[in-house]
């Protein structure tokens, strides 16, 4: 069964600060890896999605990268704004789960004015 | 942009009621998943359907949950009888077909708390 941590938990920086969350995943025979955003009462907004073929993904200040060997994904956020205060998590679809995603439980981020 | 719909957003009524969330997939999505959060479990997936049959429904508890898709416009969940645990956030989302790496769009869920 595909288990997904992400590391930390909760995470509170000062604006402009560079940071990164951490996403592992136990089983490498992934079709993809997708990180989203959760706002307070909203749903998930995708960020990006990495194919297994794939490194990293760039969106504006966000870069998501792959290692499907040792079942590690990051999210780089550069120059943090208050606006990115939100929960992030990844999300797992393996190549035998059809469209089956295996979330992690999220990262509680806080970017301080 | 294109939006997932989901109704109502917030739900409260009394255990053993029964209970009907609707939802609204993108126009063009063939795969329309059925998501619930709770605190203590995160996100699960209940059940998904593809071309509006389902697919796979193992997440969810048979006995008292069921899903369906009317038509490729409306996809429903429904609780009967429903119980106290069974409060926590439902999310809808829609996607493109199997092979796809097309991103899942999610509605911005119902809230449901089952007294």
């Known amino acids: 069964k595909q288990e997904v941590t992400q590391i930390p938990a909760a995470l509170s920086v000062p604006e402009g600060e560079n940071l990164v969350l951490n996403c592992s995943f136990t089983?490498?025979?992934?079709?993809?890896l997708q990180w989203f955003r959760q706002d307070p009462g909203k749903g998930l907004t995708s960020l990006l999605l990495?194919?297994?073929?794939?490194r990293e993904q760039t969106s504006g200040r966000l870069n998501a990268s792959l290692d499907k060997s040792s079942g590690r994904s990051t999210l780089y956020i550069a120059a943090s704004q208050p606006g990115d205060s939100a929960t992030y998590l990844c999300?797992?679809?393996?190549?035998?789960?059809?469209?089956?995603?295996?979330f992690g439980e999220g990262t509680q981020l806080t970017v301080n004015p | 942009d294109a939006r997932v719909t989901q109704t109502p957003r917030h739900k409260v009524t009394e255990m053993g009621q029964e209970v009907t969330m609707r939802c609204q997939p993108i126009?063009?999505?063939?795969?329309v998943f059925w998501y619930r959060q709770t605190m203590m479990q995160g996100l699960e997936l209940l059940a998904y359907?593809?071309?509006?049959?389902?697919?796979?429904d193992s997440g969810m508890p048979k006995d008292r949950f069921s899903a369906e898709m009317p038509d490729a416009t409306l996809a429903t969940l429904k609780i009967q009888p429903s119980e106290p645990r069974d409060s926590a956030v439902y999310f809808c989302?829609?996607?493109?077909?199997?092979?796809?790496?097309?991103?899942?769009?999610f509605g911005d869920g119902t809230r449901l708390s089952i007294l």
């Open positions: 989302a829609s996607g493109l077909g199997t092979r796809s790496n097309q991103p899942q769009h």
């Open positions: 089983d490498s025979a992934i079709y993809n």
């Open positions: 990495i194919q297994s073929s794939q």
């Open positions: 999300a797992v679809r393996l190549e035998t789960s059809g469209s089956r995603l295996t």
């Open positions: 126009l063009g999505h063939n795969t």
């Open positions: 359907f593809r071309n509006r049959a389902p697919l796979d």
